[in-house]
């Protein structure tokens, strides 16, 4: 039996240029103290609005727990897509998909966040990685994996 519950998460980045060349970096994120009274707001009642935003940013200040919005905020799109997947037990993680595409949050982008609304709303986790200089013409494509174990 398990006593102790941990969310925690992956993210994958792909920028694909204008030509077609794809870069991937890989890291993890922080699930806030907003995103952790949202998961207990869900399990009780689920009135709170499903997660359903991806935003980057461009500030590189360090992910902390009582962080409710990005720093620098870039862009932000509605999730691709959003499944229950498998990672060590049977759908035991969400994994949501948004795309950045050819003039969306250009710059050099260094934050990123899941949300639960198109503008504010709830920020369920935050990271903060090395530079990705996303061009006019790239399309950046991020999957984030959120586990419960």
Known sequence: MQENVKISGNVAFKLVDENGNIKEQFDHNLVVDTGLAYIASRMKDATATAMSHMAIGTSSTAAADAQTALITEAARVAFTSSTIVTTTVTN???????TFGAGV???????AG???AATVGTMLSRTVFSVINKGASDSLTITWTVTAA
Not at 92 to 98: E, F, I, P, R
Not at 105 to 111: L, Q, V, Y
Request: aromatic share 12%.
């Open 92 to 98: 035991d993680s969400v994994q949501y998909v948004g």
């Open 105 to 111: 949050g250009t710059g050099a982008i260094t934050e």
């Open 114 to 116: 899941i949300f639960n």
